[in-house]
């Protein structure tokens, strides 16, 4: 389970973020039914530490801290062809041997490279650092199009607000899609942006300001996932011609209304899927996706395993 969580910084700190990573797991909500961590700041040289943002943050915590987290997360490190400390390298590797996962945001990744922890997998970094981190490490297989990459004990993830994605990936690993979607709406953020870094020109896919123009016609459309809803229903909702509307969508959103009905209807899924004992049938029709088979396939596709399995997956959590 994931109760005890340490962001690990070196000389320097992003403040963004560590920012992130105190916000999903640094927070007490548990007034609020979430789930609750223990979270700590941990550094090889504890104390002050300047942040890349003109000020610094105190540090209590020595590398001693990481030996009983469950999560260690490496806001950003340096990318200069230096070797990190022995005792850093040491420690990430006592923290994967004895089972516990480690994050690394933006180029945080280059530690976890250093380290040897991302030797023959697959990995995510910001797309500025992707090329020098694929030449440095060849042994490395970096995606520079993805907004996090889950390799089991490692999770990469790319830059700044990707690291959002990234913790609420985890959040959702851990605790199910409601978790995830409610500490989401309590930051005020989507709970998962679909697509890669080529995002980072466009807005969120569901950070709709309240006064946007499009917010009342997508919220219309999350309560009505089990109709139809081609685009000229919806475009007659938001009283826009239907050519207009999709352009409207897509600079809203990042997606086609295809695309986005899809994964608001997989998101619902999930949700039906845990908190129900709905079959797979009525989940699936619920859900707007149509057919049990249809819905199989998504999930094959999307979570590489069965509507049920994910379900019992969860239930057993």
């Known amino acids: 389970m994931l109760h005890d969580v340490v962001a690990l910084v070196g000389p320097q700190v992003a403040a963004f973020e560590l920012g992130v990573l105190s916000e999903v797991f640094g927070l007490d909500r548990t007034a609020e039914g979430l789930p609750g961590y223990d979270f700590a700041v941990a550094s090889p040289t504890p104390g002050r530490i300047p942040t890349s943002s003109g000020f610094a943050v105190h540090v209590d915590h020595g590398l001693e801290r990481l030996a009983r987290a469950d999560l260690v997360a490496v806001p950003a490190w340096t990318s200069a062809p230096v070797d990190p400390p022995v005792e850093v390298v040491d420690a ?74 990234a913790c609420l990936h985890l959040v959702r690993l851990e605790h199910g899609a409601g978790v995830a979607n409610a500490v ?27 006064d946007d123009v499009m917010g009342d016609p997508l919220e219309w459309a999350r309560r009505r996932l089990h109709e139809e809803l081609p685009v000229r229903r919806l475009a007659g909702q938001a009283l826009m011609s239907e050519r207009t509307f999709v352009r409207r969508f897509h600079e809203t959103t990042g997606a086609t209304p295809h695309r986005w009905l899809l994964e608001q209807r997989l998101a619902l899924a999930e949700e039906l899927l845990e908190s129900t004992d709905l079959p797979v049938g009525a989940v699936a029709e619920r859900s707007g996706i149509g057919s049990a088979d249809t819905l199989r396939h998504h999930f094959a596709r999307r979570r590489r395993l069965s509507p049920q399995a994910y379900r019992l997956s969860f239930r057993a959590r």
């Open 92 to 165: 990430l590797h006592r923290a994967v041997d004895r089972g516990a996962r480690v994050l690394s945001i933006c180029s945080g990744a280059f530690l976890l490279a250093a380290a040897g922890l991302l030797d023959g997998r697959r990995a995510a970094t910001h797309w500025k650092y992707a090329p020098l981190l694929a030449t440095r490490y060849p042994s490395v297989d970096v995606d520079p199009d993805v907004l996090y990459v889950d390799a089991g004990s490692v999770v990469t993830s790319a830059g700044t607000a990707a690291a959002i994605d």
């Open 184 to 210: 989401a709406r309590r930051m005020v953020v989507a709970t998962h942006r679909h697509g890669g870094q080529a995002q980072f020109i466009e807005p969120p896919s569901a950070a709709v300001r309240a």
